[in-house]
């Protein structure tokens, strides 16, 4: 059958594909940008030490040739100087607000639109990944950038130093080395005290938490004194060792300002003590010597950002591990509009862990105008059976298949014009209802009327403030009846062929109920195929067939328990005869 590939199709692209083409963007941008940070921080760093170089040859020059011209000469040059340094600063600032800025919006919308698909925990995974992104774009717009490029540019200053005096290189080496071996150990006790007494307070939070719960039964036991006995303990276990890293922090952090002290002073007696051994103190020479505060300072406060440089480096080690855990799945294929047969052939399925896989060999056959209720026990797997057959999970084995090609490989924009899905949570976008409808592009308004008509949520929506032109996320509530229809019109936006929907019904009052029934039958008529789970009976009615979710297979209703010998289970009568066909 023809089949034409798609490669990458716009917004029709699969989720993992928009990701994987977000952090391939964000690679290439970072890269770029960090060229341009490292070339920006050497001319800085030149600037910085011209600048000290013209302030020191002022005073070595101007005694000796008491000459205005040089005055006004190194007034100008140190004028120039300062304005490129203060440009420089300025474009490194824009650059680095706009990186991070172009990494949160760039990678975030992707990320979550790939986890929200992957089995498992999706919301722990997408608010994992978001932590992630927010913890590279805080790393890249802090003092971090900054620090790094000035550690980076280190071993160029160092080197001029070296270069006008073995002593003053040697004495700078010796800085840099003692500064971030203390400001290292220093930011690791400083966080260990932060992480044990936060860990004693979420124990007695815990604790006064559980009290509150139980807090009647605290008081008619007489509970309390021991209750308050532990309390105490519990929170003074973690304050002694909490108190003893604070303690190591503030001695270290005292030795760290003792260092920067004798720096300081160090640099005056070290030009002092040349000046007595007979060594000549030129511009340059003295330039280099106060050069060492330039140096040494980004290694004094070393530890707190090698640790938000791990903390950024790990970040971004997890989002390309979820990229890469996710590259698998190939880019959606435009297949020819459907004649519409939907089939499960030999389908198998699990989440990850422990739990009995769900669906083993399932078999399902669906065709046009024919409507199939799904039925089981809370857990059982109808969401889970229905997410199988429109894409949106991938089966461990067999597969699904709308007129033979399987639905996980469709071009999601091209399925959806087939296909409406109703998922049990009816999500609406920040959009207004007419947009919702159109799920979010532009609305057809004759198509949004009819769907908003048919799915029984005009009326809700004429009467919101401004309409179909009302933003759905106001200040005004929605009940959950309300957002079910619009959701439900949603479904049906486009008259698809194929209806997917999960509770069909639910939070309806029993008119809602009614018209849904009338709603069934109309797309029976049309030739709409529709799979549907509900917990609502008198909807079962309208089913051509009842099936339930028996050990992983699909049976028709009321033959899914299994009799026990020796007694003769009562079973409850399927509404229609039901049947699978296969
Ligand atoms: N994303 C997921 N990761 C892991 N397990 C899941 C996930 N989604 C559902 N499950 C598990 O799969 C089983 C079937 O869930 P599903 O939501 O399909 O049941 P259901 O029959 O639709 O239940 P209900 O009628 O209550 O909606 C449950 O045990 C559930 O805990």
């Known amino acids: 059958m023809a089949a034409t590939s798609n490669p990458g199709s ?63 000469s190194a007034s100008i040059f140190w004028v120039m100087a300062l304005v490129a340094a203060a440009v420089v600063r300025i474009v490194q600032h824009r650059a680095v607000a706009a990186v991070s800025r172009y990494i949160a919006e760039r990678l975030a919308v992707p990320t979550v639109l790939c986890t929200a698909q992957r089995a498992g925990r999706p919301e722990v995974l997408s608010s994992a990944a978001l932590g992630a992104i927010e913890t590279l774009r805080g790393a890249l717009s802090g003092q971090l950038p ?54 004693s307070r979420g124990r007695a939070f815990g604790m006064a938490a559980d009290a509150m719960r139980s807090g009647e039964a605290v008081l008619a036991m007489g509970m309390l004194p021991r209750l308050v006995r532990q309390w105490v303990a519990v929170a003074a276990e973690g304050s002694a060792e909490a108190w003893d890293c604070e303690r190591r922090a503030e001695r270290l952090k005292t030795l760290l300002e003792l260092l920067a002290g004798a720096l300081r002073g160090s640099v005056i007696f070290l030009m002092a003590g040349l000046t007595l051994s007979g060594q000549t103190i030129n511009a340059a020479f003295g330039a280099s010597v106060l050069v060492i505060g330039m140096v040494v300072g980004p290694f004094l406060g070393f530890g ?56 083993r060999n399932l078999q399902l056959e669906v065709g046009a105008g024919e409507i199939v209720a799904i039925v089981g026990p809370s857990g059982s797997g109808k969401s889970t059976l229905l997410r199988l057959l429109v894409g949106i999970l991938r089966p461990n084995g067999g597969g699904v298949y709308l007129d033979g090609h399987a639905t996980s490989q469709w071009d999601r924009r091209e399925l959806a014009r087939h296909l409406g899905y109703l998922p049990q949570d009816a999500l609406l976008s920040r959009a207004t209802a007419a947009e919702v409808i159109a799920r979010l592009e532009t609305p057809d308004m004759p198509k949004v009327l009819d769907a908003a008509q048919r799915a029984g949520a005009h009326a809700t929506i004429i009467g919101l403030p401004c309409g179909y032109a009302t933003p759905l996320t106001g200040s005004w509530q929605l009940s959950m009846g309300q957002r079910h229809r619009i959701a439900l019109a949603r479904a049906l936006y486009g008259q698809p062929r194929l209806l997917v929907l999960d509770e069909l019904a639910a939070a309806l009052d029993q008119q809602g109920e009614a018209e849904i029934v009338q709603l069934l039958r109309r797309l029976k008529a049309d030739g709409t195929a529709v799979v549907f789970t509900t917990h609502r009976p008198s909807l079962l009615a309208s089913a051509d067939r009842v099936l339930a979710i028996r050990q992983g297979q699909l049976v028709p209703a009321g033959e899914e328990r299994p009799r026990l010998p020796g007694r003769t289970a009562k079973l409850p009568r399927p509404h229609r005869p039901a049947m699978v066909t296969s």
């Open 10 to 72: 716009g917004s029709g692209a699969s989720a993992d594909a928009l990701l994987r083409s977000a952090i391939e963007d964000t690679v290439r941008i970072v890269a770029a940008w960090f060229a341009l940070m490292l070339g920006l921080g050497l001319v800085g760093v030149l600037l910085g030490f011209a600048l000290i170089l013209n302030k020191t040859s002022l005073f070595t020059l101007l005694p000796s040739t008491q000459s205005a011209d040089t005055l006004f």
């Open 146 to 199: 900054h620090i790094a490029i000035a550690l980076l540019t280190a071993p160029l200053l160092l080197a001029l130093i070296f270069a006008m005096h073995w002593v003053a290189g040697v004495m700078s080496l010796i800085f840099c080395l003692a500064g971030s071996v203390v400001s290292l150990l220093m930011t690791r006790a400083a966080h260990r005290s932060a992480r044990v007494a936060g860990e």
């Open 304 to 359: 707190a950002h090698l640790r938000s440089l791990t903390e950024a480096i790990a970040a971004w080690q997890r989002l390309r591990a979820m990229m890469r855990a996710t590259a698998a799945i190939p880019e959606g294929i435009a297949f020819p509009p459907p004649a519409l047969r939907l089939t499960a052939e030999h389908l198998s399925f699990g989440f990850r862990g422990p739990q009995p896989a769900l669906f």
